[in-house]
């Protein structure tokens, strides 16, 4: 689930960015 994991990623980046 190449998918899920590149969401993941990208979400956790943003929340990083965004906190």
């Known amino acids: ?3 899920y ?3 993941q990623f990208v979400q ?3 929340t990083g ?3």
């Open 17 to 19: 960015r965004h906190g």
């Open 12 to 14: 956790r980046c943003s």
């Open 1 to 3: 689930m190449f998918s």
């Open 5 to 7: 994991f590149v969401s």
